[in-house]
Antibody, heavy 120, light 107 residues
Framework: QVQLVQSGAEVKKPGSSVKVSCKAS????????IAWVRQAPGQGLEWMGG????????NYAQKFQGRLTIIADGSTSTTYMELSGLRSEDTAFYYC?????????????WGQGTLVTVSS | DIQLTQSPSFLSASVGDRVTITCRAS??????LAWYQQKPGTAPKVLIN???TLQGGVPSRFSGSGSGTEFTLTISGLQPEDFATYYC?????????FGGGTKVEIK
């Protein structure tokens, strides 16, 4: 059973950056694709981007191109999501989630979510 | 990007009802669609993969169908624990977009 544990809540100023971590345990890190999905308060789910460590490949939603960086550290089974140029609209819960990298199934394991608040 | 349109966005139903949620894709996605359930304050949980394959441990009252651009999630015999928000997600082409969600509330 895979467990994903995310770093704690953050409060950031507009224009700054935030980096959230997601540590995986209980599975084979190399078999996964990891995505970051965010959810603004009271809103729906938004797929931001993902990484497939075994293929050394990242994919980002166009909306976040240039602001979003996702990296993976296989030695610690940890994935990081960094979002720069923060604005109030980036206030949301940020989730990491994993799926098998080799098929088109959904994300079956999720982190607990990290609340990022952007406020002056 | 592929747009997924869910309908309805909100529905009110009673325990025991059969409910159907529709997800329409802006272009064909074969059967690469998943359905999720999300309850307040928790992460989403995948219910169905590949349009109709029930994830392990998910009750058989949940079923999915469809291919191409039109998909449905059906709950046959709504239970109290099923009141939640449901999302579809396409996993055919990046970015793996989600539908807008359907909130199922108690009538």
């Amino acid at each position: 059973q895979v467990q994903l544990v995310q770093s704690g809540a953050e409060v950031k100023k507009p224009g700054s950056s935030v980096k959230v971590s997601c540590k995986a345990s209980g599975g084979s890190f190399s078999a996964y694709a990891i995505a970051w999905v965010r959810q603004a308060p009271g809103q729906g789910l938004e797929w931001m981007g993902g990484i497939t460590p075994i293929l050394n490949r990242q994919n980002y939603a166009q909306k976040f191109q240039g602001r979003l960086t996702i990296i993976a550290d296989g030695s610690t089974s940890t994935t990081y999501m960094e979002l720069s140029g923060l604005r109030s609209e980036d206030t949301a819960f940020y989730y990491c989630a994993t799926k098998n990298y080799y098929d088109n199934t959904g994300y079956n394991y999720w982190g607990q979510g990290t609340l990022v608040t952007v406020s002056s | 990007d592929i747009q997924l349109t869910q309908s309805p966005s909100f529905l009110s139903a009673s325990v025991g009802d059969r409910v159907t949620i529709t997800c329409r894709a802006s272009q064909g996605i074969s059967r690469f669609l998943a359905w999720y359930q999300q309850k307040p304050g928790t992460a989403p949980k995948v219910l169905i993969n590949a349009a109709s394959t029930l994830q392990g441990g998910v009750p058989s009252r949940f079923s999915g169908s469809g291919s191409g651009t039109e998909f449905t999630l059906t709950i046959s015999g709504l239970q109290p624990e099923d009141f939640a928000t449901y999302y579809c997600q396409q996993l055919n082409i990046y970015p793996y977009t989600f539908g807008g969600g359907t909130k199922v509330e108690i009538k």
